[in-house]
């Protein structure tokens, strides 16, 4: 019985797995991180550009 459980690789299997899943779960959090700061950066700049412009349609 001992033989048989120091032979089963059905455990290491799932540990394999989950740190596979933990590596993809981390590089996507990167991910949308980046391009959530990225897209706010944007934001900001078109916000700046849209305080700084001249009101449409008024009186000279």
Request: charged share 10%; proline share 2%.
């Amino acid at each position: 019985m001992f033989t048989r459980f120091l032979k089963d690789e059905s455990g290491a299997t799932a540990i394999e797995y989950g740190l596979i899943a933990a590596l993809i779960a981390v590089a996507i959090i990167g991910g949308v991180t980046a391009l959530g700061n990225s897209a706010n950066a944007t934001f900001n700049t078109v916000a700046g550009e849209m305080g700084s412009a001249p009101a449409a349609g008024g009186s000279d």
